[in-house]
């Protein structure tokens, strides 16, 4: 008897001790979880009805996103995106809607460049999730006011300008992110929110930072409007 006794004592402990790592395990899946995923972390928990099935979505976009191979981009090609996108803040100014819509499309061209895969937005949002957790919302958020229709119909309504405005903010901080980041290294840069952009409905969404004087370019120097224009090479 005191030999079965001690070995449903030992059988207990090893059950016991199995649990506790077993809980220390999913503790620290969860904890790389959040750590990554941010803010993305509530808002899918919050779609969920329990955290498991929240989690398991989460390890399968983490999944999706580390079997790419996202590459920095070139000193070039920076310079080029970033021409371009300069070229967007000046036709904001006279089109806000056609501006807004060339900078959804120029952050998904950097994004294709970087080597995410083309496909639909809500993909690309997901990916874009494991990597840059605090812009993802923002991301969205400008997608949905550049893709909204106010009249119900097929044809896009008219547009609110400081929605437009709204919406450039939230697609430079993401383009910043992309532009700016090496793979993995998540959200470093800390974009400027609505507070950098100047009011009035003919002003332009302000850069992240204020060039020094000698150094503003001349709108009437800079390329024709337009994602099809290509920068000259700057003076040494």
């Not at 899918?44 to 983490?62: G, K, M, N, P, Y």
């Not at 090609?77 to 806000?96: C, G, N």
């Not at 229709?149 to 437009?164: H, I, N, W, Y």
């Amino acid at each position: 008897m005191l030999t079965v006794g001690w070995i449903l004592l030992v059988i207990c402990a090893v059950a016991v001790l199995g649990s506790v790592m077993l809980l220390g395990q999913r503790d620290s899946r969860r904890a790389r979880l959040q750590r990554r995923f941010g803010p993305e972390y509530d808002r899918v928990l919050a779609e969920h009805t329990d955290r498991r099935s929240a989690e398991r979505q989460l390890r399968q976009i983490a999944e999706r996103r580390d079997a790419l191979t996202i590459n920095p981009l070139t000193q070039a090609d920076r310079a080029t995106y970033t021409v371009r996108w300069e070229t967007l803040q000046t036709r904001f100014v006279d089109d806000p809607a056609e501006a807004t819509s060339l900078a959804d499309a120029l952050v998904g061209e950097v994004m294709r460049a970087r080597g995410y895969p083309a496909g639909s937005f809500a993909e690309r949002a997901e990916l874009l999730s494991a990597d840059h957790p605090r812009v993802v919302a923002g991301y969205r958020e400008a997608h949905q006011r550049t893709t909204a229709k106010p009249d119900g119909k097929s044809a896009p309504g008219r547009r609110d300008t400081e929605s437009l405005r709204s919406a450039f903010v939230r697609y430079r901080e993401v383009f910043n992110q992309l532009v700016g980041s090496n793979p993995g290294s998540g959200d470093k840069a800390a974009p400027t929110g609505d507070k950098a952009v100047p009011t009035g409905d003919k002003a332009a969404p302000a850069d992240d930072k204020a060039a020094p004087p000698g150094d503003r370019q001349d709108p009437k120097e800079r390329p024709a409007a337009g994602l099809a224009a290509t920068p000259a090479k700057r003076e040494a």
